[in-house]
C-alpha cells in the first residue's frame, strides 16, 4: 500500500519540463527546493538548456543515470503520458502532474485523462494530479508545488496536515492556518484526482506518527468505500478530520418515485457519512482552524457536560446560548458546590457559568479555587474561560497562565479553552502551555463541540457489521404495493395485512369482514403516488361505503392513467395511534446502501426532519438515529400521549439496513411509509420498492 512517505519524503526528485525562470511553473519547484535546501537529490529535464537554475539540465528522463523516486510533470497534457511511461520504466514511484488541460476542459481532455489512467495502472505508479497545485513535506524541505505561498510563508513543519483537492482553496487554507500560527507538516493537493484521491491521502495521513489532525477539503467524492476506510483508519488512531466538502449535487436524486429518493440526496448522504464515520464537517475554513487549533494539545473530551468560568456574567449567558445551540450539555454545578464557592466570594455566581466578578482583579487565586470545584465536584467534561483583554494584560496576564498550569497539571484528561484579546506573543504563550485561545467565545464553543464529537467517536465501541442475511427473490413481474409488503414482511418488517379486491363486490365483502373501518387503496405497479389520482379511501366503514368508494377510484384512476396496469384495491384495517414516521432507503451511487428514518408528514415534506446512515448496522445504531431527530420528543411521549414502542423502532429500521445492504445490486430504493411507530410496536401502511433498471 502506498504510503505518505512515498508521496512526500522520496530520495530525489526529477523535475520535467523544468524552466531556468524561477516564477514560472515548471521553474517555482526548482526554485523552492534549491533556496530550501532540500535534502535529496533535484533533477532537471529540458532538452533546450545544458543548465537550469544552476542545475545540469538533462535532454530526457531516460538520459539520467540510475533510478529515479519522485518525478514531477510541467509539458503540454499531450506529452503527459508518455512521460509517465518513462519514468515507470526508470523504477519510479510516484509521478504528480501540474499539467492542465485533461478532464476538467471536456472530451478531449477526458480521452486524455483515461490513458494517463491506464498508464497508471500498467505500471503501477502512483499518480497525483492531473491539474494540481503540488505538496510539501515541511521537516524535508520538499516542495514539489507552483504555489506563490511559499514565496510568503515558508511553511513549520507541526503536527496538522492538509489534503485539498483543490490548489488554490488548499493554498488558501495553508495561508490561513500559517496566519494564526498553525505548524503543517504536510500539505497535498489532488487536483482531477486520476489516481490518488483526497480521501486516500486522508488515509495516509492517519497512519503516519507524525499528523495529529487532518484538515480536508473536497469538490466531490468518487469512491465511497475508500473514504469511509479513511476515516475509520483515522478514528482508529484519534485523528481528527476536519472535513470541508463543497458543492450541492443532485447526484442519486433524481428518482423522485420516493420520498427517500428525493430526500437523500449526494449532499445530505455524504453529509452523514462523514458523521457516521467521526469526521467533523465545516462550511468555512475559520471554523476549520479553530478547530484544529482547540486539537492541539491532543485532549478529546468523551462527555459534552460544558462548565464556563468567567469574570464577565454577560459573556458566559453569550457561551451559555450558544452551548445549547451546539448540544452541549451546560448544567448547573451542585448546590453543595455552590454553597462553597459563594462562601468563598459572596457577590459571585456560582451555578454556571460560574462568574468570578471584577475580584478577579483583587485577588487572581480564585480562579484556580473555582476551577478545581468545577471540575472535582460539577463534573465537567471542559471548560471555557472568558478573560476578555485581562489576559493580555502585561501585569495579569502572566499570573492568570501561571495559575492556570498549575491547576490543570492535575487534570491532564481534561480541555481549557480561553477566550481573551492579547496580542500574538501572549496568545502563543498560552497555547504552548496548552491553552488554544480564541477572539471570539461563540467560536470557541463551536470548536468545543467538534473536539466532543472526536472524544465521543474515539470512545465508542467498535461493532462489526452484522452479518447479512440471504436476499430475497424479488421475482421479475412488477413490483406493486402489495408485491411490496409481501417481500418486506418475509425480511421480518412489519407491514399491516391486506387483501386484494378486484371487483366492487370484493371491496364489499373483504370491508365487512374486517368489522371495522378501513383503508382502500389503488394496486397498481404503474400507479407510485396513489392519492394524487384520487387513488386512497380512508376510514371507510361498512359494504356500501367500500362499495362505492371501490368503482369511483376505479373510475378516477383510469381517467387518470388510462394506461396504467391495474390489479384492484387493497383493502387493509385503519390503523391508527402513534407517531407517524418514514423509514426507507437507497443505493447512493458514490456509498452504496444508505437508511434514512425520520418523521412523517409535515416533518418529512417541510422540515426533513430525517436521519441518515450507512448500511447495514445494528440497533445500537437504529438508536442513534431515532436520538438524532429534532422531534424525538415526540416519540417518547411529548404532551401525555403514550411512548413509543422505540426498541420495536429500533430493531426495524435496522432490518431495513439488512434489507437494502442483501439487496443492493438490484433496487434503487426501498420505503415504508407511513410507519406508524405506537406503543405496542410500528408497523407500515404502505411500501415500495423500486427495482434498479437493468
Not at 524561477?22 to 519547484?29: A, D, E, M, V
Not at 501572549?426 to 472524544?455: I, N, T
Not at 364489499?508 to 374486517?514: E, T, W
Not at 409535515?602 to 426532519?609: P, R
Request: charged residues 20%; hydrophobic residues 45%; glycine residues 10%.
Amino acid at each position: 500500500m502506498t504510503t505518505l512517505d512515498d508521496l512526500l519524503s522520496p530520495r530525489s526528485i526529477t523535475v520535467v519540463g523544468a524552466s531556468n525562470d524561477p516564477t514560472r511553473i515548471g521553474g517555482r519547484p526548482l526554485s523552492h527546493m534549491i533556496a530550501q535546501k532540500f535534502d535529496g537529490d533535484v533533477y532537471a529535464v529540458n532538452p533546450k538548456r545544458d543548465t537550469v537554475q544552476g542545475l545540469p539540465a538533462y535532454p530526457s528522463l531516460t538520459d539520467i543515470p540510475g533510478d529515479l523516486d519522485f518525478v514531477l510533470i510541467a509539458v503540454p497534457a499531450h506529452l503527459v503520458a508518455e512521460q509517465v511511461r518513462l519514468a515507470a520504466a526508470k523504477n519510479a514511484r510516484t509521478v504528480m502532474v501540474f499539467s492542465s488541460g485533461f478532464a476538467e476542459v471536456g472530451e478531449g481532455g477526458i480521452a486524455l485523462q483515461d490513458e494517463l489512467v491506464q498508464v497508471g495502472k500498467d505500471t503501477g505508479v502512483r499518480i497525483l494530479g492531473p491539474n494540481c497545485l503540488g505538496s510539501f513535506n515541511a521537516e524535508r524541505r520538499f516542495y514539489p508545488t507552483f504555489t506563490s505561498t511559499i514565496d510568503r510563508a515558508t511553511p513549520v513543519p507541526g503536527g496538522t496536515a492538509i489534503a485539498s483537492q483543490s490548489g488554490a482553496y488548499g493554498s488558501h487554507i495553508y495561508m490561513a492556518a500559517h496566519m494564526r500560527d498553525l505548524g503543517i507538516g504536510y500539505w497535498v493537493t489532488t487536483g482531477n484526482e486520476a489516481d490518488v484521491s483526497v480521501a486516500e491521502v486522508i488515509r495516509m495521513m492517519a497512519e503516519h506518527d507524525d499528523v495529529h489532525t487532518i484538515l480536508a477539503y473536497s469538490e466531490s467524492v468518487k469512491n465511497g468505500a475508500v473514504l469511509v476506510e479513511a476515516l475509520e483508519a483515522a478514528r482508529a488512531n484519534r485523528k481528527p478530520v476536519v472535513f470541508m466538502k463543497v458543492g450541492r449535487s443532485e447526484i442519486g436524486a433524481a428518482a423522485a418515485s420516493s420520498h427517500t429518493a428525493s430526500l437523500a440526496g449526494e449532499d445530505a448522504v455524504c453529509d452523514a457519512i462523514l458523521r457516521q464515520h467521526g469526521a467533523w464537517r465545516v462550511k468555512t475554513t475559520e471554523e476549520m482552524l479553530d478547530i484544529a487549533i482547540a486539537a492541539r494539545p491532543r485532549i478529546y473530551p468523551v462527555g459534552r457536560k460544558l462548565g464556563v468560568v468567567s469574570i464577565s456574567g454577560g459573556a458566559g449567558v453569550l457561551i451559555a446560548d450558544a452551548a445549547e445551540d451546539d448540544g452541549l450539555d451546560i448544567s448547573p454545578m451542585p448546590e453543595d458546590a455552590q454553597a462553597e464557592l459563594k462562601a468563598i466570594l459572596p457577590f459571585a455566581s456560582p451555578r454556571n457559568p460560574v462568574d468570578v466578578t471584577a475580584q478577579f482583579f483583587n485577588d487572581l487565586s480564585l480562579i484556580p479555587q473555582f476551577t478545581r470545584s468545577m471540575l472535582d465536584k460539577g463534573g465537567y467534561d471542559a471548560l471555557i474561560g472568558f478573560w476578555t483583554s485581562v489576559a493580555g494584560s502585561p501585569v495579569l496576564g502572566g499570573p492568570l497562565l501561571d495559575y492556570l498550569k498549575d491547576t490543570m497539571a492535575d487534570y491532564p484528561d481534561r480541555l481549557f479553552l480561553h477566550v481573551m484579546l492579547a496580542d500574538p506573543d501572549m496568545v502563543r504563550r498560552y497555547d504552548e502551555a496548552g491553552f488554544p485561545a480564541f477572539e471570539d467565545p461563540s467560536r470557541a464553543v463551536r470548536a468545543l463541540a467538534a473536539l466532543m464529537h472526536f472524544g465521543e467517536s474515539f470512545a465508542a465501541r467498535r461493532t462489526a457489521e452484522p452479518a447479512l442475511p440471504a436476499p430475497a427473490d424479488l421475482g421479475t413481474g412488477p413490483l406493486g404495493e402489495r408485491e411490496a409488503k409481501a417481500i418486506l414482511a418475509g425480511f421480518g418488517l412489519p407491514v399491516v395485512s391486506d387483501v386484494l379486491a378486484t371487483t366492487a363486490e370484493d371491496a364489499a365483502r373483504i370491508a365487512d369482514s374486517f368489522g371495522d373501518s378501513v383503508a382502500i387503496k389503488i394496486a397498481s405497479p404503474d400507479i407510485l403516488h396513489k392519492t394524487e389520482i384520487g387513488g386512497v379511501a380512508l376510514g371507510i366503514v361498512g359494504a356500501d361505503a367500500a362499495r362505492a368508494a371501490f368503482d369511483a377510484m376505479m373510475t378516477s384512476a383510469r381517467t387518470a392513467l388510462p394506461d396504467a396496469r391495474i390489479d384492484g384495491a387493497l383493502i387493509s384495517p385503519m390503523v391508527g395511534g402513534g407517531v407517524e414516521c418514514i423509514l426507507g432507503a437507497k443505493v447512493d451511487p458514490i456509498f452504496g446502501p444508505v437508511v434514512l428514518f425520520g418523521l412523517g408528514g409535515v416533518f418529512t415534506e417541510v422540515m426533513k426532519d430525517v436521519a441518515f446512515r450507512r448500511a447495514p448496522f445494528g440497533v445500537e445504531t437504529a438508536r442513534e438515529m431515532i436520538g438524532q431527530l429534532k422531534g424525538v420528543e415526540i416519540l417518547k411521549g411529548a404532551r401525555g400521549q403514550p411512548p413509543a414502542d422505540l426498541d420495536a423502532l429500533a430493531t426495524a429500521i435496522s432490518q431495513m439496513s439488512l434489507f437494502a445492504a442483501a439487496h443492493a445490486d438490484h433496487i434503487e430504493s426501498v420505503e415504508m411509509n407511513p410507519l406508524r411507530a405506537r406503543a405496542d410496536g410500528c408497523i407500515a401502511l404502505d411500501a415500495l420498492i423500486v427495482r434498479r433498471e437493468g
